[in-house]
């Protein structure tokens, strides 16, 4: 009856290839893609993981802050952050106290001309906390702090400082930072990627801060 | 096994149903199965390339299931095409599933059919277009990171930004290009002037003897200057002439008058223009030509485009046509009359009798000239032609182009068939020999920049012994005159002058050779038999002159010149000139006692094929059949044979055409004797004179024959008997010497 096989063996492999494609489009990807194309920043978090929204950080950010605050904000040019939990909020995200869950945050930033000038690996290593002067115990704003590695990173558009340290805030829970800060060659714009937990929960987790934190790419803008 | 089958029942044709006895579908092709579903999965895959291309981090597994869930839409238009050709399937192998829908959704056809087919073809190809330009945005869009509309304004300017990459791309292949380019723009160039009114002097009234070629081209000037009295009666200007005829007759001339009458531009095309050295540089320039004709046309409402020497032009190989006999010289030819049929035949058969071809310009310039003079109705231009049939505007009627084509050539059958054919060659004029009257009027014309004392008779005369002088020859002649007026110390032209200068121009200079007295004797009765002949039985032409001072060519002649200008010649005619041949054979067999020169070898020639032409294709003799034909189809001339007894007649005709013509040339030989012996005394007399003055003119030789006084000899003396005994005394010796090889006794005697 058919009239050739060959035909129809083919319109049978391309349906299938069809079927395929779109029974693929039932399984989730593995993880959460996080990228600004325009920027040339992406990072992945464990799929399964919530997003806080860019709108909900600036709103908190500049919740009674003063102009000079809000012009700061304003340089924000993307910023982006999931947690592992879904009750983490911005606020949980910002404050000094750890998250319960594990965050990660991405944020890039212009830098003012005053600003450019004076940026150094200090400078960018005290993005959060004084870590400098933690270190050198000229501040006390934390309790415990403990620098527990640093390392330097160099790509081909960036370069900054990896920075992982423990602290407690004042009548908080211990808590663990990986900081990665890179400003980028042009000296135009700061790179900023944060992964935080409480230190329990930081340290059952660390084969996951680390491929979280390894994701973090910086390929510069377009 | 199938071959065993296939030999027991050889393959039969089946031919088609037709769409109205099919009880299934058409099978589709395996591409129109696949087009679309082969166009979404590339557009898929060519979409997950690019969120790849886009994310370091993103692995073509996450890929592939990310875009799966943003995009699809994709995946419903599969499933739908899938949908549809399951269904075209079935139909293509169940009768009873095609019939069902053919029967329950024949409306949508037919409702689809209900618009006209080029707006469903339009439909059609606005939905393919949409459809295109829809996938076209979505892969912008992905590349771009963009709402895919707005990708697809991005792609413009991501074009534009690449600009000065494509340029310098595009500078390497105009460099390279350049090269060929500005090679061939330079040999394109040349050959083509453009005179503009009053660029040029000459006139009408400068062109003499052609009058009634001038009437014609008048009118066609007038057409193209004031086209609306043609036009609005619904006629058109006529497009071109072609000025044929022999060379300095005055076509290039009547060319410049018409340059310098006309108000409008007038170009002029060197011969030479077309010849190329590289394959299309001849269309190249004929196409410039004819684009700078149109601009000049359309700018000054018109233009003329002289071709000089049309016939460098060349031809494609093949017979010119439009009328036999139409170059052929005053003769009554067939092609006038015939069926086209008929005389197709003719002039085919002549035609590869003689054999011409090619030449020209060649590689395609007189096919490309030939297109250029009829294509002038074609719209042209990009913008006409493209842009506005883009926007879907029907592209501007062309306007009216006035271009008067002129051609000119002395070698008409070297023009191509086509090239005549009315719409490119309206008009063809015969610039043939001036006429008597225009050649006194050319006389006068040139005479009238000398000084001269030429009464109009002596112009008249003039004219009517200068029978196929065209103006160039008049001109020259005339300048002749001055020198030898100049050379004697004048500055006024007179008649012996412009006789002299006549002569020097149909003969050559004389050789100053002188003859021994018996061989200028023998001579001198040679011509006198021919003169005397001449002026006994031709009426038909007159004696220009005689002479027996020898030339390049000859040792002595009489030449004759007709009194009128006369188009048919009659078998007396010929008669006569065969009688004046052959006297000089009858006259030294009679003189010298049967004995004759070789002197006389051009004579019989001429006699013979006179009389060869009579008999075999002038129906002057006694058969009837043409000698032309009979050669052309081999058939041989009547005669030759004729075992069969008949009638004197019929045997006559019998004899083969060579016995008929020596018997016709025997016939007039014995006529030519029996004249001669009755007037001795004139050829005597005449060969005296001949003896005496070397170069008699035709009204001297007359006056000796009649003996009466000429303008310069007087013939009177030759009347006396006592004259005549010492002129046969003269004739004896000189005979004598002829035999004995030395000098006459008597010296040349001189007559009181």
């Not at chain 2, 020999?433 to 050319?442: E, H, L, N, V, W």
Request: charge should be neutral; hydrophobic fraction near 40%; glycine fraction near 8%.
């Amino acid at each position: 009856m058919f009239k050739s096989r060959i035909n129809h063996s083919l319109l049978l492999s391309i349906l299938t290839v069809a079927l395929t494609v779109s029974l693929s489009g039932c399984g989730a990807p593995s993880k959460i893609y996080a990228k600004n194309g325009q920027l040339g920043v992406f990072f992945t978090v464990p799929s399964g993981w919530y997003k806080i929204s860019a709108e909900d950080i600036r709103t908190y950010e500049l919740e009674g802050a003063d102009a000079a605050a809000k012009t700061k904000a304003d340089l924000v040019l993307w910023q982006e952050a999931f947690s592992e939990s879904r009750k983490t909020s911005a606020k949980n995200l910002l404050q000094l106290e750890a998250p319960l869950a594990l965050t990660a945050f991405a944020r890039v930033r212009a830098l003012t001309l005053s600003e450019s000038d004076a940026m150094s690996y200090n400078g960018l290593r005290n993005l959060i906390l004084p870590v400098t002067d933690l270190i050198s115990g000229e501040s006390t704003i934390v309790d415990d702090f403990q620098l527990l590695d640093e390392q330097e990173i160099i790509t081909d558009t960036a370069q900054g400082l990896r920075t992982v340290y423990s602290f407690s805030p004042k009548g908080g829970e211990d808590e663990t930072v990986d900081q990665t800060a890179l400003l980028s060659n042009d000296r135009r714009s700061i790179y900023f990627f944060l992964v935080r937990c409480t230190t329990e929960c930081f340290t059952e987790s660390e084969s996951a801060v680390d491929e979280i934190v390894q994701s973090f790419t910086v390929k510069g803008r377009k | 096994m199938s071959t065993t089958s296939n030999s027991a029942t050889p393959a039969q044709f089946v031919s088609r149903p037709r769409d109205t006895d099919r009880k299934t579908r058409i099978h589709l092709g395996m591409f129109d199965r696949l087009k679309f579903l082969i166009a979404f999965t590339i557009t898929f895959f060519v979409l997950v390339w690019s969120d790849m291309a886009g994310n370091p981090l993103l692995g073509f597994n996450d890929a592939l299931i990310e875009r799966t869930r943003s995009t699809w839409w994709i995946f419903v238009l599969a499933a739908i095409e899938i949908i549809r050709q399951i269904h075209f399937l079935i139909s293509e192998y169940a009768s009873p599933y095609h019939g069902f829908w053919q029967k329950y959704f024949a409306f949508v056809d037919k409702t689809l059919h209900r618009i006209s087919d080029w707006n469903r073809f339009r439909l059609s190809r606005a939905i393919k277009w949409l459809l295109f330009i829809a996938l076209l945005a979505v892969i912008l869009g992905a590349i771009y990171d963009e709402a895919p509309v707005r990708a697809l304004f991005l792609a413009p300017a991501a074009l534009f930004a690449a600009l000065p990459f494509i340029a310098q791309l595009m500078f390497a292949v105009v460099f390279i290009l350049i090269q060929f380019v500005a090679l061939f723009w330079f040999l394109s160039r040349g050959g083509i002037d453009t005179y503009f009114p009053d660029d040029i002097r000459t006139r009408f009234t400068d062109v003499w003897g052609q009058d009634h070629v001038l009437a014609r081209i008048r009118e066609n000037l007038m057409f193209l200057e004031r086209p609306e009295e043609i036009e609005k009666f619904g006629g058109y200007v006529p497009g071109g002439i072609l000025l044929w005829g022999p060379p300095g007759t005055g076509k290039t001339l009547m060319a410049e008058a018409m340059a310098g009458e006309t108000g409008k531009p007038f170009v002029f095309v060197d011969p030479g223009a077309f010849n190329n050295m590289f394959f299309g540089i001849g269309i190249l320039k004929v196409k410039s030509l004819f684009r700078k004709l149109r601009k000049l046309a359309l700018r000054y409402g018109g233009v003329v485009a002289f071709f000089d020497e049309a016939d460098a032009l060349g031809n494609r190989g093949l017979a010119p046509a439009g009328g036999i006999g139409r170059y052929s010289e005053n003769e009554c030819h067939g092609g006038n009359y015939l069926s086209p049929v008929s005389a197709n035949l003719v002039f085919r058969e002549k035609f590869m009798m003689g054999g011409a071809a090619g030449g020209g310009g060649g590689m395609g310039t007189l096919q490309a000239l030939l297109t250029e003079l009829s294509g002038l109705k074609k719209p042209r231009g990009f913008l006409n032609r493209v842009v506005r049939r883009t926007l879907g505007m029907r592209p501007k009627t062309p306007p009216k182009y006035r271009i008067l084509i002129v051609m000119a050539t002395n070698l008409p059958e070297a023009l191509d068939e086509a090239l005549l054919r009315p719409g490119r060659i309206d008009r063809m004029y015969r610039v043939g020999y001036p006429s008597k009257a225009g050649r006194i009027r050319t006389y006068e014309g040139y005479l009238a920049k000398v000084s001269h004392s030429l009464s109009p008779e002596e112009i008249d005369k003039l004219a009517t012994i200068t029978p196929y002088a065209t103006g160039a020859r008049i001109k020259d002649t005339i300048n002749e005159a001055l020198i030898y007026a100049i050379r004697s110390g004048r500055t006024t032209i007179t008649w012996p002058d412009v006789i002299k200068a006549k002569q020097l121009k149909e003969l050559g200079p004389p050789e100053d050779v002188e003859y021994i007295e018996r061989e200028r004797h023998a001579v001198a009765i040679h011509e006198a038999c021919h003169g005397v002949m001449a002026h006994v039985v031709r009426r038909h032409m007159m004696i220009d002159l005689a002479t027996i001072e020898k030339g390049s060519d000859y040792l002595g002649m009489v030449a004759s010149i007709p009194p009128d200008d006369q188009f048919t010649r009659w078998k007396s005619e010929y008669e006569a000139d065969i009688l004046v041949s052959l006297a000089s054979l009858a006259g030294e067999r009679m003189f010298f006692g049967g004995d004759n020169s070789s002197g006389v070898s051009g004579d019989l020639e001429s006699a013979t094929t006179i009389a060869s032409f009579m008999e075999g294709h002038w129906g002057m003799g006694s058969t009837v059949s043409s000698h032309a034909s009979n050669k052309r189809f081999e058939v041989g001339a009547p005669g030759g044979g004729g075992k069969e007894k008949r009638g004197d007649a019929a045997k006559e005709m019998r004899r083969s055409l060579a016995d008929r013509i020596e018997s016709n040339l025997a016939t007039l030989l014995n006529k030519a004797e029996k004249l001669l012996k009755e007037n001795r005394n004139q050829v005597l007399s005449l060969a005296h004179a001949l003896e005496v003055h070397k170069t008699l003119s035709g009204e001297d030789v007359a006056a000796v024959i009649d003996g009466v006084a000429g303008p310069i000899v007087d013939g009177r003396p030759y009347t006396k008997a006592k004259n005549i005994k010492i002129l046969e005394a003269y004739h004896e010796a000189a005979v004598r010497a002829h035999r004995d090889h030395n000098s006459p006794s008597i010296l040349l005697p001189e007559l009181q």
